[in-house]
């Protein structure tokens, strides 16, 4: 494994609406971001309240929880992430009110298959 150039950090983005999605990597776009991936998923809430019947009266408990979610994933360079994070927020209506989504960064210790031209 290569040791990456730069500090990275993954960037997750949970939105519930696929509008976001796109507004979100056209941004990603506008601020060099060159690469995220977008994965079809489902919240605890949708998962409970849907498939489990003895939870299904707790559905108003999770906010959004019936509807499906879209994770974004994208590796960026530090100096990306602040201003990435705040283009979602800003796109999703910030991400403080109840069942707008949610947004988080892990940093990245190691990586490979990046091209170098986006480390």
């Known amino acids: ?32 971001v060159r690469g995220a991936t977008v994965v079809d ?3 605890m809430g949708a998962i ?21 979610t879209y994770a974004i994933l994208s ?10 994070m705040a283009m979602a927020d800003e796109v999703c209506g910030g991400f403080s009110k109840p069942g707008t989504g949610f947004l988080f960064t892990v940093p990245v210790g190691r990586m490979k298959g990046l091209a170098e031209e986006l480390r």
């Open 41 to 43: 998923s489902r919240g």
């Open 48 to 68: 409970l309240s849907n498939e489990v019947p003895i939870f299904a009266g707790f559905r108003t408990l999770f906010p959004g929880g019936g509807a499906g």
């Open 1 to 32: 494994m290569s040791e990456a150039a730069a500090p990275h950090e993954l960037l997750v983005c949970i939105v519930m609406d696929h509008h976001q999605v796109e507004e979100i990597l056209t941004g990603f776009l506008e601020l060099g």
């Open 75 to 84: 590796v960026l360079a530090v100096e990306q992430v602040d201003d990435a």
